[in-house]
């Protein structure tokens, strides 16, 4: 791949300030070199030059040069990791600054493309930026929030690595955040496409929130959803079983996964079977 053209386009995204143009740019970048272990070195002068750019950290650039080098840092060779080294401890302390709209305009970009890795991307950048906090910005919760409310990314290919930061950095939640999470999950858990979505949502359920609010959704999703997210309700309720502190709760939950033993749907009575036997061979 010529890197002319690209290099052309970066620096034209940075001149007009377009953030879209450069994302591009990186994919073009991350496409070229998927199928080679190391990093092309006419790209990485490229970068190592941009980095002193106020202009093109503030694009973003800092994120996706962390991202392009981070695939291939383990084949980079000892010299190039060196030569590396410093631009990256320079874009590490400029992302701590990435401004969240970008990583929302980079989302909607994945919804578009339907590629997979561009919305894990996403996901690693807000993990990233919070992993150096002790709360979860509300920036960044509602981010996750306006997107769950919109049905093109509940069908979109990916979904479930969004989901799965607020699984990952449960701890930072506020309670307030919670609360508002809640109700959303539920409503949200029906139309989702990706089947990985329903699982995480299940374990946010069941393992994380394990309360009283959240067994009542499990039941109502259990009893109102169609055969496929409802197949995934058992899980959600054997967690509560397994990982609850509240015995009277966990009896409840027990009962409800016994009653499901019943449903139409072949699917749902596997799960519930599969679930039901995890319980027993832990309390062996």
Request: with cysteine; proline share 4%; net charge negative.
């Amino acid at each position: 791949m010529n890197s002319a053209p690209v290099s052309e386009n970066i620096h034209r995204a940075i001149a007009t300030g377009d953030a879209k143009l450069l994302r591009e740019c990186v994919y073009a970048i991350k496409t070229a070199s998927m199928e080679v272990n190391s990093f092309p070195e006419e790209y990485l002068e490229i970068f190592l030059a941009l980095l002193n750019q106020t202009k093109f950290l503030e694009l973003g650039g800092a994120w996706y040069f962390i991202m392009l080098l981070g695939t291939k840092w383990q084949y980079l060779p000892n010299e190039q990791q060196q030569k590396v080294l410093p631009a990256l401890q320079i874009a590490d302390e400029a992302f701590k600054q990435i401004n969240p709209k970008l990583i929302a305009e980079a989302i909607n970009q994945a919804i578009n493309s339907g590629e997979e890795m561009q919305m894990q991307e996403c996901a690693d950048a807000i993990s990233r930026a919070l992993s150096i906090l002790n709360y979860f910005p509300e920036q960044y919760f509602k981010l996750i929030i306006d997107f769950l409310n919109q049905q093109r990314f509940l069908e979109s290919n990916g979904s479930w690595h969004l989901l799965f930061v607020l699984e990952t950095d449960w701890e930072l939640l506020s309670e307030s955040q919670k609360e508002r999470l809640l109700p959303l999950l539920e409503t949200s858990y029906p139309a989702f496409s990706d089947w990985m979505s329903r699982f995480v949502i299940s374990e946010l359920l069941g393992q994380y929130f394990a309360n009283e609010k959240a067994f009542e959704s499990l039941v109502r999703l259990g009893r109102e959803a169609a055969e496929g997210p409802r197949a995934l309700v058992p899980h959600g309720l054997e967690h509560i079983v397994t990982d609850s502190h509240n015995e009277d709760l966990a009896r409840k939950a027990y009962a409800e996964l016994v009653q499901m033993k019943n449903d139409p749907s072949e699917k749902v009575r596997d799960e519930v079977e599969t679930s039901l036997q995890r319980i027993a061979n832990k309390k062996v």
